[in-house]
């Protein structure tokens, strides 16, 4: 799978986990300099709290466009370690 933004890969691999149609990418396969850590926070009730990142490619930004839980819950221990995107970036096979 390849995650790709602003025309650009972002994330590719071939060991996703998908949980509620989303891949979550194994964090080592999203490339750093893309990346800017965001104070944004959001909580689901079975994965737990999830941390964000903004994208920032080719000099464009996309807010809060990446996510990830540090410490999932039980239920979403699968995710861990690992990292989501959404707001237009493309999930492709």
Not at 6 to 18: C, L, Q, Y
Not at 60 to 69: G, S, T
Request: glycine fraction near 8%; charged fraction near 25%.
């Amino acid at each position: 799978m390849k995650a790709i933004w602003n025309g650009e890969v972002i994330a590719e691999s071939d060991d996703t986990v998908v949980v509620e149609n989303n891949h979550y990418f194994p964090r080592e396969s999203v490339r750093d300099d893309v990346l800017v850590a965001s104070d944004h926070t959001s909580f689901c009730g079975w994965k737990g709290d999830a941390s964000y990142f903004t994208l920032d490619v080719g000099g464009q930004r996309n807010e809060n466009a990446a996510w990830y839980y540090a410490e999932p819950y039980d239920a979403a221990k699968e995710i861990r370690g690992r990292v989501a995107f959404w707001k237009g970036v493309q999930v492709t096979p």
